[in-house]
C-alpha cells in the first residue's frame, strides 16, 4: 500500500473491540472488487492475472464486489469449479475460462442499446444488460452453481431500505428486510443488479420466491411490502470499493478500485439538473474517501492488514520501485476512460488490463505479503489476453463446446423471474 500520512480512526485499537463491530474476525484473506464499469472490469482483469501468477487465488477465502467489479467476479466465480490450479496455486487455464469471456464482452457496446431498448414498454434496461451478461459469460448458470469457497457476494443498493443486498450462494439478504436461503437466482441476475447504474440502467426488480425471506434480528421492514419485489440499483450507490462483506470479518483486505474521481469543475453550471447531478456525484466521491481513510486507518492501527490498489494512481506512489516501467502518463490514460459499459478504443484496453497488473504488483509488493512475490512481473505474460483485444471474435483458444452446461438451467418456476 502507498505510504500515506494518515490518523487513526477513533476507536481503532488492535487491542481492545473491533472499530468496525466485527463480531468475528478470521485470519483469512478477502478480495474487493470496486465499481466502474468495463474500465474496472479491466483492470480487475489485469490484477486476476497477477494474483494467479503468486498463487493467491485459491488463497482467497471471500469475494466481494460491486457494479463493473461484480461482473468480473462472476466470470470467476462461474468459471472456479473449472479452473485446474497446479501444485503453486497457478490456475493454468486462467487466460482460457475467465479472460477470454471478459475480453469478449469488452469488445460489446452494452448500456446505449440497452438504455435504448428499455425505453419501449414492458422492458427494462437493467434486465436487458443482465441478458447480456448471461448469453456472454455465465450461462444461464445460477448462484447454486457456484463454489463454497472462495465465497462469492455481489452487491447491490436496495432503493427500498437505502441499504445493501447481498447476493450469494448460501443467502441473499437485507439486514432491514430479512434472509433468503440458498437463492436461485440466476447469476446474470444478481450481477446486473449489482451494475444497474441509475438513472439509465436502474432500477432492477428481483421477485423472490414467497414467503422464502425469513426476518432475521433487527429488521426492522420484514413485511410483505419490502420482501415480495426488490427494487435495486447499482451497489455502488452505497458502497463503490466492495468492502462491506469482507472488512467486518477477514483480517486481511486486498482492495482493487477502478472506480472514478470527481473531476474538477472551474466554472460549475449553476441549472437545477446540473447542480443534482453535480452534487449527487460529490455526495458518492465523499463516501468512497470516507472509506479510504477507513481503510488506511484500520491499516495503521493493525486492526487490518489492507493492501490496496487504484487506477488513479500512479506506481510511483507505493515507493517500491517501477520494474514494469508503467508510467504516471499510462495510469492517467487507463483512469481518463468513462465508467461506462462500451467498447473503448483497443489501445485504451490494453492499457487498462497492463494498469491492473502493474498497480497490484507494486501494492502487493508494498505489502507484509511481499515474501510470496515468487515470480517477478511480466508484461509479456499478458501477451495472449491483450493481444485478443479487438480482434473480431476473442478466444484464446476457447472453443463453441467449451461452454459449462448446469443442471440449473432448467430453471424453477419461482425466484427467478425480474419484472
Not at 466502474?36 to 477465502?61: T, Y
Not at 447481498?166 to 441476475?189: C, H, M, N, T
Not at 447531478?277 to 492488514?305: D, E, F, K, P, Y
Not at 489501445?347 to 507484509?368: E, M, P
Request: proline share 6%; glycine share 10%; aromatic share 8%.
Amino acid at each position: 500500500m502507498a505510504e500515506v500520512t494518515i490518523s487513526t480512526p477513533v476507536g481503532a485499537d488492535a487491542a481492545g473491540p473491533d472499530f468496525l463491530g466485527a463480531g468475528k474476525l478470521e485470519d483469512g484473506i478477502g478480495l474487493c472488487l470496486s465499481g466502474g464499469g468495463f474500465r474496472a472490469m479491466l483492470f480487475h482483469l489485469g490484477a486476476f492475472v497477477r494474483l494467479n501468477e503468486l498463487g493467491l487465488l485459491p488463497r482467497l477465502v471471500r469475494i466481494a464486489s460491486v457494479s463493473g467489479g461484480s461482473i468480473a467476479a462472476g466470470a470467476l466465480a462461474v468459471a472456479w469449479k473449472r479452473l485446474n490450479f497446479d501444485e503453486a496455486g497457478v490456475a493454468v487455464n486462467l487466460d482460457q475460462l475467465v479472460a477470454a469471456p471478459l475480453i469478449a464482452l469488452a469488445q460489446k457496446r452494452v448500456d446505449v442499446p440497452a438504455i435504448g431498448a428499455g425505453l419501449l414498454p414492458f422492458l427494462s434496461a437493467a434486465n436487458l444488460a443482465a441478458r447480456v451478461y448471461d448469453r456472454s459469460l455465465f450461462h444461464e448458470a445460477t448462484l447454486q452453481d457456484l463454489p463454497d469457497s472462495p465465497r462469492f457476494s455481489f452487491t447491490a443498493t436496495s432503493l427500498q431500505t437505502g441499504t445493501l443486498w447481498r447476493f450469494a450462494k448460501e443467502y441473499a439478504a437485507d439486514w432491514r428486510v430479512g434472509r433468503w436461503d440458498k437463492p436461485s437466482l440466476k447469476v446474470s441476475i444478481a450481477v446486473g443488479a449489482s451494475a444497474a447504474f441509475p438513472p439509465y440502467l436502474s432500477p432492477l426488480y428481483v421477485k423472490p420466491p414467497q414467503d422464502l425471506i425469513v426476518a432475521t434480528e433487527g429488521a426492522d421492514l420484514s413485511g410483505e411490502n419490502f420482501s415480495r419485489s426488490l427494487c435495486l440499483t447499482d451497489g455502488g450507490i452505497y458502497d463503490n470499493l466492495g468492502l462491506e462483506p469482507v472488512w467486518k470479518r477477514y483480517r486481511t483486505i486486498l482492495v482493487s478500485d477502478g472506480g472514478a474521481l470527481t473531476s474538477g469543475l472551474p466554472s460549475p453550471r449553476s441549472n437545477w439538473l446540473s447542480q443534482a447531478v453535480r452534487t449527487t456525484n460529490i455526495a458518492l466521491q465523499q463516501g468512497i474517501n470516507m472509506r479510504r481513510r477507513m481503510l488506511r486507518g484500520l491499516h495503521a492501527s493493525g486492526a487490518r492488514n489492507v493492501v490496496y490498489w487504484g487506477i488513479n494512481d500512479p506506481v510511483a506512489a507505493y515507493n517500491v520501485g517501477n520494474p514494469l516501467d508503467f508510467t504516471k502518463a499510462d495510469s492517467d490514460i487507463a483512469a481518463a476512460a468513462p465508467t461506462r459499459l462500451t467498447r473503448y478504443p483497443t489501445d485504451t484496453q490494453k492499457l487498462i488490463v497492463r494498469a491492473g497488473y502493474a498497480h497490484a504488483d507494486a501494492a502487493l509488493r508494498a505489502s507484509s505479503l511481499r515474501d510470496l512475490m515468487t515470480h517477478s512481473a511480466d508484461f509479456s505474460r499478458l501477451m495472449a489476453i491483450t493481444s485478443a483485444i479487438g480482434a473480431s471474435s476473442p478466444s484464446l483458444g476457447t472453443k463453441k463446446g467449451d461452454r459449462p452446461r448446469y443442471a440449473s438451467e432448467a430453471r424453477p418456476a419461482h425466484g427467478n423471474e425480474v419484472d
